[in-house]
């Protein structure tokens, strides 16, 4: 199993951001994702879940409305848009999936939004 995000950087307050997550060494459209993320001296925290099809999504509260989490089977990617971002958004972001009770993870992108 190997996750693979891209697309962080260093954006504005109010810009948008969009990562993504190449996935390779399981069927990827057979598996829930999600997108977390951790700011230096916090936990990991669950910032949107979507089902295999991608026809359910779930949002933590603090991003509902301005994130928004699809996925594209046929590319075995999926991603995250980030729009209206803010301080408090800047963290390393994390893809994830569980298989039979595995949790695996990508090494993580870096979103700043500062300016």
């Known amino acids: 199993v190997q996750l693979v995000e891209s697309g962080g950087g260093l954006v504005q307050p109010g810009g948008s951001l969009r990562l993504s997550c190449a996935a390779s060494?399981?069927?990827?459209?057979?598996?829930?994702m999600a997108w977390y993320r951790q700011a230096p001296g916090n936990e990991r925290e669950l910032v949107a879940g979507?089902?295999?099809?991608?026809?359910?999504?779930n949002y933590a509260e603090s991003v509902k409305g301005r994130f928004i989490i699809f996925r594209d089977n046929t590319k075995n990617t999926m991603y995250l848009q980030m729009n209206s971002l803010k301080s408090e958004d800047t963290a390393v972001y994390y893809c994830?999936?569980?298989?039979?009770?595995?949790?695996?993870w990508g090494q993580g992108t870096q979103v700043t939004v500062s300016s």
């Open positions: 060494g399981f069927t990827f459209r057979r598996y829930h």
């Open positions: 994830n999936t569980i298989i039979r009770d595995a949790w695996y």
């Open positions: 979507i089902t295999s099809g991608g026809g359910m999504t």
